[in-house]
């Protein structure tokens, strides 16, 4: 007994005392936002010291940026590139969209405590973090989604693609990540719910020119 109390700890490295912190802050940030979220939880959290903090992170903002923006952001790139990786010439571009549209909202829903904290970041951030314009894999998705729209309407929609693309996202973030809220319990199981999703984000994209 005596010989376990008196065995040292051992001393945790410089990496892994950033990665407990990021860990920390990413849960701490998803759990409370931004604004909401302090350093000494995300210490306390890490087992460490908010001085501790500050000695990898120049500032809460950084800190934000590291633990949700960049490893959302890394996530949807190696989404998209995998997505449209089996993109071949047969493929009908219809076909595609609609896995597109399934995967993305299991993608959401694997992440979807990320996305809330940058929603959250919205709200009272004072200019100090970026929250879902901060996600430059986004910028992507809009442009390709848009390519998408151009191509099925040819230009003879009156609604610009770039508005449509970014309105079908916000309802697809909507009704994955507000899922328990917007449908009560029995209304419809998940299959049905991810595809109506699909139908109605579909509906959106492949109607006929306005």
Not at 62 to 69: N, P, V, W
Request: proline share 3%; hydrophobic share 40%; with cysteine.
């Amino acid at each position: 007994m005596g010989e376990q109390n008196n065995k040292p700890r051992s001393r945790r490295s410089t990496e892994q005392v950033r990665e407990e912190i990021l860990r920390a802050a990413e849960a701490e940030y998803s759990r409370y936002g931004f604004s909401g979220a302090t350093t000494a939880a995300i210490a306390a959290g890490a087992k460490t010291t908010e001085t501790q903090i500050f000695r990898y992170f120049s500032s809460k903002a950084e800190l934000f940026r590291e633990a949700i923006q960049q490893p959302l952001d890394n996530h949807l790139k190696n989404f998209m590139s995998q997505a449209f990786a089996d993109m071949g010439d047969e493929a009908s571009l219809e076909g595609h969209a609609r896995s597109y549209i399934e995967e993305l909202q299991d993608f959401i829903s694997a992440h979807q405590r990320m996305f809330l904290s940058l929603i959250m970041a919205e709200t009272g951030k004072r200019g100090e973090v970026q929250g879902m314009a901060g996600i430059d894999a986004l910028h992507d998705y809009f442009s390709r989604g848009a390519e998408v729209v151009r191509e099925r309407t040819g230009g003879a929609d009156k609604l610009p693609p770039e508005l449509m693309v970014r309105i079908s996202f916000a309802s697809l973030l909507g009704c994955v990540l507000f899922k328990d809220w917007l449908y009560p319990e029995g209304m419809a199981d998940e299959e049905v719910l991810r595809q109506a999703t699909t139908r109605f984000v579909m509906d959106g994209i492949y109607s006929g020119p306005v």
